[in-house]
């Protein structure tokens, strides 16, 4: 069962088209990895799953929700809907534990005493139990990045979305976020991932999505994608981030 | 020579106290009031939608193209035309500087506001805040902390510009002390203790202003 549906979808800005008839779809429990050059629209993409990025055409459908329709209730889809992103987005004022209970109590009504508690557990989850009080300027990158990881499951979302996770991170962090996501993977969360990190793909994607210059050049099997690419351009794009 | 014997407590009681209040009044209830219209002000002409960033736009540009003074003047001596009955020099300076402040603070709102990465917005968003909780909880927290050191800076010129409502007759600090000379044949002692008393709450103030950014600083951000 699709859990996310695109449906061409399109976008422009002006008259330059960053999406062009994108079409696929990430099914439940599937863990799926979009990648691709720089520019080519994959973090434009993702990011139209939850509207926080418009688009002028086709629609997404989100466990049976249409987010194009106008008459959608946009910051309730949202709100089942996990996104990490590339620069962790954080918020500075708050300590990690009213991060993680921020959206729990104003938009799941969840008292503060639960969605602290519930905070704390996902925050047990990404080993970061002794940083609660801390504000996020005084974690790394890494931490940070797994308190947004824990910040999202804290609202019980039915599927995660992934927007370059481990981008902006020194190298030495990569593996502490990617081990969380890995272990997310391996309980069956359903998952959308745009990143570079082929080993991540490797490991736990289902399928991957190349994308190059607005449109979906492959959508594979992972070994079929890593195997035998189709198009010349993923072939290329392999042998750029694969052989260094 | 300077002759300062004239000024005690007295003098203060009858003469300055009532002026001084009034002048912290005014500038209490313009900063509040300017912050919260200035915020909607520039929450509308950041909203995208061009039928509230026309209205938003030429108000804010309007105002801060007329010196205050003739704002008060005019506001002062049009409300009887308006409602047919004046409504005092207090009221009416009140509510005068509350409109004359929104339009500089909405400015200074404006900036704070785009200060924050769109990545924060967005945060608010995908965790499913809708868009006035993502600005109340993420975004004007933030913004407030950004630009509090020229919010309570346009504060203290506020303090300051309190001294214009003679040209309507209100009854504020620099006035107090115009009556006290006046009474005792000062003039200018009176003028001269009102300039070191100007001097010694705007100063304070900006002191103040450094203490609190400190205080307010988040922590592990520079």
Known sequence: MAMIEMKGVSKWYGSFQVLADCTTSVDKGEVVVVCGPSGSGKSTLIKCVNALEPFQKGDVIVDGISVGDPKTDLPKLRSRVGMVFQHFELFPHMSVSDNLALAQVKVLGRSKDEATARGMKYLERVGLTAHAQKYPGQLSGGQQQRVAIARALSMDPIAMLFDEPTSALDPEMINEVLDVMVQLAEEGMTMMVVTHEMGFARKVAHRVIFMDRGEIVEDAKKDDFFGKPRSERAVQFLSKILHH | MLDLSFFDWDVISRFVAKGFWFSV????????????????????????????????????????????????????????????????????????????????????????????????????????????????SVVLPQAFRNMLPVLLTQTIILFQDTSLVYAIGAYDLLKGFESAGRNYGRPIEAYLLAAVVYFVICFGLSYVVKRLQARLAVPGKL
């Open chain 2, 25 to 136: 009044q005014l500038t209490a209830i313009a900063m509040v009031g300017g912050v919260f219209f200035g915020t909607l002000l520039a929450m509308m002409r950041l909203s995208g939608r061009k039928w509230l960033e026309l209205p938003a736009a030429t108000y804010v540009n309007g105002m801060r193209s007329i010196p205050l003074v003739m704002v008060i003047l005019w506001f002062y001596l049009l409300i009887p035309f308006a409602i047919g009955r004046p409504i005092g020099a207090e009221l009416s300076a009140i509510i005068t500087f509350t409109a004359f402040e929104a339009a500089y603070y909405s400015e200074i709102m404006r900036a704070g506001i785009q200060s924050i990465p769109r990545g924060q917005v967005w945060a608010g968003q995908a965790l499913g805040l809708n868009y006035w909780q993502t600005m109340g």
